[in-house]
T-cell receptor
């Protein structure tokens, strides 16, 4: 029940395209769903987060879509750029503690 | 720069040895978290401290221990090291309130030979 399943494992997108990464969770007690971006040699950095009382949150080119009934959430990166090439992790927790991470998606944006 | 400082950046040691990883949280953050990142297990929560007290425990082995000191820095002690303990160890900090964001350091890469 603690698992967060993330797909795809890797993704190649053309510059200017939309990158979509999906996650699914089991534990209905989770109430906080962040996305992290990690570059090689660096720690994960918080991109955007959502709580289950909203269905969508947008910050710049990054949007989280949340489907509470399906227990799924996704990250959309609009107008993807080569600088977005990184590993993306979804996560879930209750009260923001003990984040449970997905396995990660390696995104490559081709110029 | 997240403001979270981890030392050392790299550590190479032999099986059976003991090492200490150090973390200085962001200024003002009271909570410290330790995570292990490996290729096969991904990012795994180990333990959380809040203002010096243990707050939550995850998949932390009995050979591992941690503490948070009065100045809020934290240390993760790994003993009787095994080859499988080779991983990236991340420290993160937050102000400690509900759903406050976690800020990660750049990690310590541990290699056990």
């Amino acid at each position: 029940q603690q698992q967060v399943k993330q797909s795809p494992q890797s993704l190649i997108v053309q510059k200017g395209g939309i990158s979509i990464i999906n996650c699914a969770y089991e534990n209905t007690a989770f109430d906080y769903f962040p996305w992290y971006q990690q570059f090689p040699g660096k720690g994960p950095a918080l991109l955007i987060a959502i709580r289950p009382d909203v269905s969508e949150k947008k910050e710049g080119r990054f949007t989280i879509s949340f489907n509470k009934s399906a227990k799924q959430f996704s990250l959309h990166i609009m107008d993807s750029q080569p600088g977005d090439s990184a590993t993306y992790f979804c996560a879930a927790s209750r009260y923001g503690n003990k984040l449970v991470f997905g396995a990660g998606t390696i995104l490559r944006v081709k110029s | 720069d997240s403001g979270v400082t981890q030392t050392p950046k790299h550590l190479i040691t032999a099986t059976g040895q003991r090492v200490t990883l150090r973390c200085s949280p962001r200024s003002g953050d009271l909570s410290v978290y330790w995570y292990q990142q490996s290729l096969d297990q991904g990012l795994q929560f180990l333990i959380q401290y809040y203002n010096g007290e243990e707050r939550a425990k995850g998949n932390i082995l009995e050979r591992f221990s941690a503490q948070q000191f009065p100045d809020l820095h934290s240390e993760l002690n790994l003993s009787s090291l095994e080859l499988g303990d080779s991983a990236l160890y991340f420290c993160a900090s937050s102000i400690g309130q509900i759903n406050s964001p976690l800020h990660f350091g750049n990690g310590t890469r541990l290699t056990v030979t």
